[in-house]
């Protein structure tokens, strides 16, 4: 895009597959990269080689890291030579950087090293040159994308001298062996349980048992970190316990085994259990002529079984093994993100993107944890995040997304909750990841939002009517009451009374999750906050707050439901549809005594009713609705809600600013306008009632300018989260207790950034929302601020820095708004929509650009061409050609264009497909 990529001074992109390079990178403090595959291992990774190996937070091979022990932590992934040459006596060099000596020259000016950093989509190389030895070290480290829990680790030293010299090299990587819980719950116990077993390729840690004062368990895992040279060749030894490798006065950064070059200890088996261990592998004296090399593998691995030790060396065991491997993680993680490319004429940008369309796939195998900035949590993905993460998978595999998204609806309690965590093996759900009942009343809104994508993309109508169970634990009534009677032997699924499962559809579930909120509101009428909405900050007021932002989008979910089942009416002959009796209740303006909206209390009683019916028990039975007379039930319920927050929210400031309120706090009093301390806003407040299309276009209009005033930042260009408050709110969330500018208080919050420019590009607002994208991008680049690598962070502080970087739902968020708003490539009922928003930014200086994604199963290339560089809102879709023929019967010449689906699969060839959208 022209003038759209600011300068970027700590790194650049190499290639159109998103490589980069960075000059001095250890320069940079809390940088951090991940590593992972399917398998399940889970790594981070510094340019000093510090970070973690891990496969759940019960199984850490090195010891877990926050984002300070970046820093300040001595354990890392070292690896040491002895020198021995001309004008060389014996002098000990860490090809990471890590050692007390290149340390203390780091900022004395006469530092003989330089580093600099190659990475790739998951694969990591730090080359560092230390002049005065004549050595040059490069690092590269992956994760085979095999079903091998291991980390390689590819060490190259070359001889940059004149002269001969001598190295003995030594890798130096601390074993934790163990549950991360044990940081700071028995540390010295949990060592005393390790039994360091004897390789001829290094070292094994298998602890004795699994250490849990609820229940201790035999263990089964093995803890190694092999190693091999060139060929394959074995090591000279190990010094397997952190005593032998450092001695005694010695540390990590200045280890007396490799200083006073001491041999490999040999000792009995008693010294090698109950002490904290490492891989220190020696291996051979190697003599290095001017330009030679020498290289070596480690393989650093987590095993549920001794026997998969042995095959790793197999496949990984020689340099042209892991070459191997490293080539076929390439190839695989290339093709995953060219389902879908972007192609501007900013290479940078579409370099950017590309990391961007990793996040989701990091989220899918991180979760919200196990990586520096991600302190908490224990595993699994949160509820929000399985939804919205399934977004970019919806564009690439609908097939493979619709069997995740089935799964997902089990979760769903009859209360209209959900447990809120799903376990790592993807087939467990934990109704809290800290065992507290409560619940967040956004929860609701993802799922619909999600399957209304599938259905648009795929034209599957029917998922609707597919079967799912619901959740069922001890929690009752939105967590509001607790069943003293279930166990966890009753199961987790919602039953009958004799004992058999419920089941019901996923209309029927989409419903439960839309009809309980409607009627759970608060005094003003808005849908209760509960625990917390989107913003897990706002978590003071679950008596009296209310969410008006979200009972927005519940309300456009209402409508858009109600839109979904007058489509399929008309398309198929289903007159009536199956759901459970109990839900008649909600049901009002299908039979029975009509609820006065208007009425909380009405409200409220007639929400107890269901419960009462509900709960613990359901019957089992089915009710026969008539599809048009549900289709009406939703539609007033939707105009309710979006007249109700139209009518009573809408505020006009003392200086004629216009927003809405978003929320009401534990005193039933609005949070947003003027206030003694000043005005206050929020950023959610105005997202939703846009998106929604509570807010007309007049009022998206002063919204934003409003937004632009008081939440657009004149230094860094973002918009924050809220405005200064100015106090801490004991009756509204902890987030106001946060210093402004950091998480959500007053944060670039980048997630509710790129939902306000998908909202405004859906309103119609485009340079709105291409403001929106461009200055959270330009943020990114900013890299003086921001700090991190390619892609999107969860938030920037309040000095630009990002924060939370890889594990964010914004990155889903963006990758659709880019296709589906930006490029306009989307699906409706199935057949594909082009309706492009591109400005002549996007065209910069030339006349076209293009996006690579799949429709209908079929590979597609959309190239749109605008020849005489006409502004946006003055282009019209004038002319498409597939595979190099026109498109006939397709209607042209104005925004958008409709293909539909049989026309575009008689077109489509079985390989790639290519239409060239002419823009005049």
């Known amino acids: 895009m022209k003038n759209l990529s600011p300068k970027n001074p700590l790194w650049r992109f190499i290639d159109e597959n998103g490589s980069f390079c960075a000059e001095a990178p250890d320069g940079t403090d809390r940088l951090y990269f991940p590593l992972a595959n399917e398998a399940g291992i889970l790594s981070s990774i510094t340019p000093d080689l510090h970070g973690d190996i891990k496969t759940s937070h019960d199984s850490f091979l090195t010891t877990p890291v926050t984002i300070e022990d970046l820093r300040d932590s001595k354990s890392s992934r ?56 004549g050595l040059k070290a490069e690092i590269l480290n992956f994760v085979p994308v095999s079903d091998d829990t291991v980390e390689i680790m590819m060490v190259s030293l070359q001889n940059t001298g004149a002269a001969k010299i001598q190295v003995t090299p030594t890798s130096a990587i601390p074993i934790f062996g163990r549950s991360a819980t044990n940081i700071r719950d028995h540390y010295h116990v949990t060592t005393l349980l390790h039994r360091i077993l004897s390789h001829p390729a290094g070292v094994v840690v298998k602890p004795t048992m699994s250490f849990d004062e609820r229940g201790h368990r035999l263990n089964e895992t093995a803890y190694a970190v092999l190693g091999v040279a060139e060929n394959g060749d074995l090591p000279e030894g190990v010094f397997s316990t952190m005593a032998d490798f450092v001695g005694e006065g010695g540390n990590l950064e200045a280890p007396r085994a490799v200083i006073e070059n001491l041999p490999p200890p040999q000792k009995d088996t008693t010294s090698y259990q109950g002490k904290p261990a490492i891989g220190a592998i020696r291996f051979k004296t190697v003599t290095l002529g001017p330009r030679q090399r020498a290289q070596f593998v480690l393989i650093l691995g987590i095993a549920e079984k001794e026997s998969q030790i042995e095959e790793w060396l197999k496949k990984f065991g020689s340099h042209s093994k892991a070459q191997a491997a490293l080539e076929e993680n390439k190839n695989h993680w290339a093709k995953k993100l060219d389902a879908i490319r972007f192609k501007t004429q900013d290479p940078a940008h579409d370099g950017w993107l590309r990391w961007v369309g990793l996040q989701p796939f990091l989220r899918k195998l991180f979760g919200c944890s196990f990586l520096p900035d991600f302190d908490y949590g224990r595993g699994g993905r949160g509820w929000r995040d399985l939804w919205q993460d399934s977004l970019a998978l919806l564009l690439t595999a609908p097939a493979e997304a619709k069997k995740l998204l089935l799964h997902n609806f089990n979760g769903v309690r009859i209360d209209g909750s959900n447990a809120t965590i799903v376990g790592s093996d993807s087939a467990s759900f934990v109704a809290d990841r800290n065992r507290i009942p409560r619940v967040w009343m956004d929860h609701g809104v993802w799922p619909y939002l999600t399957l209304e994508l599938y259905i648009h993309q795929s034209g599957d109508w029917p998922v609707l009517f597919e079967n799912a169970r619901y959740f069922r634990d001890h929690l009752f009534s939105r967590a509001r009451k607790k069943d003293a009677d279930w166990t966890e032997a009753d199961g987790q699924n919602l039953k009958t009374k004799k004992g058999r499962v419920v089941q019901g559809t996923v209309l029927e579930h989409l419903l439960v999750q839309h009809l309980v909120p409607f009627f759970n509101v608060g005094e003003h009428n808005h849908i209760r906050l509960e625990n917390a909405d989107w913003n897990d900050g706002l978590d003071m007021a679950a008596a009296r707050g209310e969410s008006v932002a979200f009972t927005s989008l519940y309300g456009s979910n209402l409508k858009k439901l109600a839109g979904v089942l007058e489509h399929l009416a008309g398309k198929s002959r289903i007159k009536k549809v199956a759901l459970a009796a109990e839900l008649g209740i909600l049901l009002d303006r299908v039979k029975g005594k009509k609820v006065n909206y208007h009425s909380p209390a009405a409200k409220q009683k007639r929400l107890g009713q269901y419960f009462t019916k509900a709960e ?53 009093r609005r949070v947003e306008g003027d206030f003694p301390h000043g005005f206050r806003m929020t950023l959610a407040g105005q997202v939703f009632p846009i998106m929604s299309g509570v807010a007309s276009l007049r009022q998206v209009s002063e919204i934003f300018k409003t937004a632009k005033k008081y939440l657009k930042d004149k230094e860094h260009g973002g918009f924050r989260l809220n405005t200064d408050f100015h106090e801490i709110r004991l009756d509204l969330g902890r987030a106001f207790s946060f210093a402004y500018g950091e998480k959500e208080n007053g944060a670039f919050f980048s997630h509710m950034a790129v939902l306000l420019a998908n909202a405004l590009y859906r309103r119609g607002f485009v340079k709105e929302g291409e403001e929106v994208l461009t200055s959270i991008y330009r943020m990114c680049l900013r890299t003086e601020k921001s700090k991190i690598y390619p892609g999107i962070p969860e938030y920037f502080n309040s000095e630009g820095r990002g924060h939370y970087h890889y594990l964010t739902g914004s990155a889903s968020w963006l990758v659709l708004t880019m296709l589906t708003q930006v490029f306009g490539v989307r699906g409706l009922y199935g057949d594909l929509v082009l309706a492009p928003k591109l400005t002549r930014e996007i065209f910069g200086n030339g006349r076209e650009v293009s996006v690579n994604c799949v ?17 946006h809102e003055h282009t019209c879709v004038t002319r498409i050609l597939m595979n190099g023929k026109n498109l006939e019967g397709v209607e042209l010449n104005k925004k958008e264009a409709l293909i539909p689906r049989e026309l575009f699969l008689k077109s489509a060839k079985k390989t790639e497909n290519h239409l060239v959208v002419s823009l005049e």
């Open 78 to 133: 070292n690896f040491w030579v002895r020198v021995e040459g001309k004008g060389i006596g014996g002098q000990a060099w860490s090809l990471t950087g890590v050692s007390a000596a290149q340390n203390a020259a780091k900022f004395s000016g006469k530092n003989p090293e330089k580093a600099s950093l190659e990475a790739g989509i998951l694969w990591h190389k730090v080359t560092r040159e230390n002049g005065a030895l």
């Open 616 to 668: 613990p028990f359901v019957s089992g039975k089915k009710i026969a609705v008539p599809i048009q007379k549900l289709i009406q039930d939703l539609r007033e319920k939707a105009d309710f809600i979006m007249g109700h927050v139209a009518q009573r929210e809408w505020i006009q400031t003392r200086f004629g600013d216009g927003l809405f309120n978003g929320y009401y706090d534990n005193h039933g």
């Open 855 to 871: 429709f209908a199963d079929k590979k597609i290339t959309v190239t749109y061409r605008n020849p005489k560089k006409i502004p």
